[in-house]
């Protein structure tokens, strides 16, 4: 049986569907910087980057010659001894972040960091709320699910953690407003991503910053999607010049060849671990392997000015995109983003599918944003050229003309 049937019947049956319907009933064999070929040797330019992690492309040299590096070393760290490139991965974190946060938790994902960041966050302050927004994705393990308000992925599993409040996205007033007695912390994306690509007005994460710090709260970024360059500053919250309390960072930081989730965070939220070494701990956590591709992807993500070229190839890119809008009103109600994390908002989700199936009909991959069906988000790889963005362009405007032509009438 092929690869496609046998993940229909014994992994997902339900995205397999999906898979087929946006005629991406194909298997992946092998990548290579912005593009992907299937098993039958069709080549595709990804558009998607992995949600957000690809951001150094696929394979990156310098990450591949250093995870191989590690690899024929020490792939697994014993645990009972000290791991050279997790220690350093910590101390380089602490020097990249902003202001500041100078020690880490390592897991394996963004989930993990952000479980790692409620609960630093709750023993800390020994109170129990958290403040999240609407919109928010931050995972999908219970803790994380519980600050990711979406009736789908959070209904089917009720009870979820107590004590969470909602309030409304780039609203500062609202925080303030929502903060008690009990509550530790507020958790907040810098920028939306699975949202449907949300950019807050100017000035709400330092007044986040301001409100928290007068209110006795913990403020938590979760930059695991905009972090590592993916909105033109090495973190999203360079923008505004403001460091949190914690912030968590996974996806891109292990450099498209490692999975890796890190909370990094101020020496006196770790202070727990000092009487109680194990509070929070991982098997597999920011091992050796893991480690050595983060500490790759930061050293290219620095020295290659990676955030830049996310800056300039995103204004490139919104640039050639500016039209569409207008030029399809009936299909398209906005387009918005941040360096490269762009979403096309559709006024309907089944338009914006058919137009994802015509894209990958293109070769062209990308997809919705997970907390947003209506928006088809770009995060491409941060080392495109101008020739892909022309690629995606043509192919998209191609998508959006054979749309139209399929729903005339019904429009
Ligand atoms: C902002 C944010 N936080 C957390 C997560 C969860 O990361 P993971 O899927 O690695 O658990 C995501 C994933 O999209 C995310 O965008």
Redesign the pocket.
């Known amino acids: 049986m092929e690869a496609f049937e046998l993940f229909e019947r014994h992994v997902n049956p339900g995205l397999a569907g999906l898979l087929r319907f946006t005629g991406l009933d194909v298997v992946e064999d092998h990548a290579e910087g912005v593009y992907v070929w299937d098993k039958q040797g069709r080549r595709y330019l990804d558009f998607l980057g992995l949600?957000?992690t690809l951001s150094l492309g696929h394979r990156h040299p310098a990450v591949v010659e250093a995870v191989k590096r590690q690899l024929d070393k020490m792939p697994m760290s014993v645990r009972v001894m000290i791991s050279e490139p997790t220690a350093k991965l910590a101390a380089k974190l602490a020097e990249v972040t902003p202001g500041g946060l100078s020690m880490s938790f390592f897991g394996n994902?963004?989930?993990?960091a952000?479980e790692a960041a409620l609960k630093l966050a709750r023993i800390h302050t020994g109170k129990p709320e958290i403040i999240t927004t609407s919109k928010a994705?931050?995972?999908?393990t219970i803790g994380?699910l519980s600050l990711t308000p979406k009736a789908e992925y959070q209904d089917p599993v009720r009870p979820l953690m107590p004590g969470v409040k909602v309030v409304p996205y780039g609203d500062a007033g609202a925080v303030e407003q929502a903060i008690g007695a009990q509550t530790a912390a507020l958790i907040v994306?810098p920028v939306q991503?699975?949202g449907g690509v949300n950019v807050p007005p100017q000035g709400y994460l330092r007044d986040l910053r301001r409100i928290t710090a007068e209110r006795g709260v913990l403020l938590i970024f979760?930059e695991?999607?905009t972090g590592m360059g993916r909105t033109g500053r090495l973190w999203a919250a360079d923008w505004e010049g403001v460091a949190p309390d914690l912030m968590?960072s996974?996806?891109a930081l292990g450099g498209g060849v490692m999975p890796i989730?890190a909370a990094i965070g101020r020496a006196e939220l770790f202070e727990p671990f000092k009487d109680n070494p194990l509070i929070h701990s991982s098997t597999f956590g920011g091992n050796p392997l893991a480690a050595a591709a983060a500490l790759a992807a930061i050293e290219v993500t620095i020295s290659e000015d990676i955030p830049a070229r996310a800056a300039e190839m995103g204004a490139y890119l919104m640039g050639r995109l500016s039209h569409l809008a207008a030029e399809y009103p009936e299909m398209i109600s906005d387009i918005r983003g941040i360096g490269l994390l762009i979403g096309i908002e559709f006024s309907d989700a089944d338009i914006g599918a058919i137009v994802i199936s015509e894209l990958a009909a293109r070769g062209v991959l990308t997809a919705f944003g997970?907390n947003n069906a209506k928006v088809v988000r770009l995060e491409p790889p941060l080392i495109i050229t101008e020739e892909h963005v022309d690629e995606a362009v043509t192919a998209l405007e191609e998508s959006l003309s054979a749309t139209r032509e399929m729903l005339q009438g019904v429009l």
């Not at 994902?109 to 993990?112: Q, T």
Request: no cysteine; net charge negative.
């Open positions: 949600y957000g994902s963004g989930a993990e952000v994705f931050h995972g999908k994380a994306e991503g699975e979760d695991v999607q968590t996974a996806k989730g997970l």
